[in-house]
């Protein structure tokens, strides 16, 4: 007999908002990331609405050209410092800890992730990323970082050992401890696991990446995939498909839970919708306009385009210096604009519902704010508008869920759990109510057994 599919939400916390003007808007908190009682409320208020899990993300250093494109990425909390405040104010909700192995050895990695396991009555689970940082990699004495093949290597040995160390810890009773005596090519680990094993046998793992190693690691191990921002609805086709064909390789046939990014700004009408996506690119800083290089850091998806009129005009193939952003575009400009910039028209207008032509008309401002790199795809509408897209990639198996990037905290949490999960529900895509206690439950997944170590 076949099993309905659900589809899963998680939220990406990040104090400030994913947008790169989330900070600046009228209701955000400047210290955000620091004040637990908002990192609390939030929580909770995605608990209510029974979302999968909190996302906790994590950069290893301080990067200036964050300022303009990721601000929010700059500065914030250690994250299972963080996770411990959250499972200690909920009861339900899964809570995602980010734990780069690149810089982290295998015993600390199994030995928090089993505590806050058990802190968390199982709502546990390890965001695995391997971090091609430069910045981080100076704070950690290396002059660079590791190309791909040598931190995947290194990643999944790291895996292999904090598996084999939650199989070695003894349960709550005491019984089942025993050493795993790891010798591998990175690592000599004896064990067993000083802390008790997790309720969830195996703390539930996610992964994220493009490359083919990371596909390989996800489709093998993970138990949810993120997937970065597609361009396209065939690229976006192909990444699910591929994820879900590797993983039947395994034996894993739906076992791996993907889950794109999804920025969506909704309001009670499709036109107040839009006019807080403007609100929102209005308070966007440009960069210098004398810093003229063609891509910098966006965080933790690589390079974007410099958040100003020089890097527009560029990306466009039309000269925008000169132009006030709130003026209108006229027609041909815009029909003079580069392939890329085509592009990019279309998604100002599929936001915006700004035209070259007719009542509503594409400004400057709209091609100025095209620039920066999206960190997830984007939709801007009424709660049925944005319900509909959820509903289309579930259904036409571009995803099976999404990690919600809210723009600002905490307006657009409460606008999506007040307006768009209600009409989820009424659609019956999405559950009412938890089906257990820990993050496994809410996947469909049983608790791991124990493996011999």
């Known amino acids: ?63 200036p050209a964050l300022q303009y494109s990721n601000p929010a990425q700059i500065s914030r ?36 992730l089993a505590s806050l396991d058990q802190l968390s009555g199982g709502r546990a689970a390890w965001n695995l990323v391997t971090g091609a940082d430069s910045a981080a990699a100076l704070n950690f004495g290396r002059e660079a970082y590791w190309d791909t093949e040598k931190r995947y ?38 064990g067993p696991l000083d802390v008790c094993r997790p309720p ?10 493009t490359s083919d190693r990371s596909r390989a690691l996800g489709a093998r191990e993970a138990d949810m995939v993120f997937a ?26 739906d076992h791996v839970t993907v889950l794109p990014g999804l920025t969506p700004i909704v309001a009670p009408t499709t036109e107040e919708a839009v006019a807080r996506y403007d609100q929102l690119n ?53 029909a003079a604009v580069s392939e890329e910039g085509r592009r990019r028209l279309a998604e100002i207008t599929r936001l915006t519902r700004r035209t070259a032509n ?33 509903q289309e990639w579930f259904e036409e198996r571009l995803a099976d869920g999404f990690n919600i990037y809210p723009s600002q905290v905490p307006g657009s949490v409460t606008d999506f759990v007040e307006l768009v999960v209600p009409e989820l529900q009424r659609r019956g895509i999405f559950r009412k109510d938890y089906p257990g206690t820990t993050l496994r439950d809410h996947l469909g997944l049983p608790v791991s057994p124990r493996r011999s170590v």
């Open 153 to 190: 290597d290194w990643a999944e040995e790291t895996l292999q050992v904090v598996r084999a160390l939650w199989d070695s810890a003894p349960d709550l009773d005491g019984t089942g401890g025993r050493p795993i005596h790891h010798r591998g090519a990175y690592f000599s680990v004896d």
């Open 77 to 112: 909390l250690e994250p299972f410092t963080t996770a411990a405040a959250i499972a200690a104010a909920t009861t339900h909700i899964g809570i995602v800890v980010t734990a780069n192995p690149t810089y982290s050895d295998p015993y600390g990695i199994a030995r928090l």
């Open 228 to 253: 970065g921002p597609q361009p396209t609805l065939a690229a976006r086709r192909e990444f699910y498909a591929d994820i879900q064909t590797r993983a039947a390789r395994y034996g894993r046939v």
């Open 358 to 390: 007719g009542p509503n008309r594409i400004t400057y401002g709209d091609l100025v704010h095209a620039t920066p790199t999206q960190l997830a795809h984007t939709v801007v509408g009424n709660p049925y508008e944005v319900a509909d897209v959820i």
């Open 282 to 334: 209005s308070l966007l800083m440009l960069a210098p306009e004398e810093e003229v290089g063609e891509l910098v850091r966006a965080g933790g998806i690589g390079e974007g385009y410099r958040h100003n009129r020089t890097s527009a005009s560029r990306l466009f193939g039309v000269d925008l210096r000169r132009y006030d952003l709130a003026a209108e575009v006229p027609a041909e400009t815009l």
């Open 1 to 63: 007999m076949s099993v309905q599919r659900t589809l899963h939400l998680g939220l990406m916390f990040w104090a400030t908002g994913t947008h790169a003007a989330g900070w600046r808007h009228p209701d955000a908190q400047a210290d955000a990331a620091y004040d637990i009682e908002l990192l609390q409320e939030v929580s909770r208020a995605v608990e209510r609405a029974k979302f999968d899990f909190v996302f906790l993300g994590d950069r290893l250093a301080i990067d």
């Open 200 to 209: 969830q046998g195996q703390v539930v793992l996610l992964n994220a990446g």
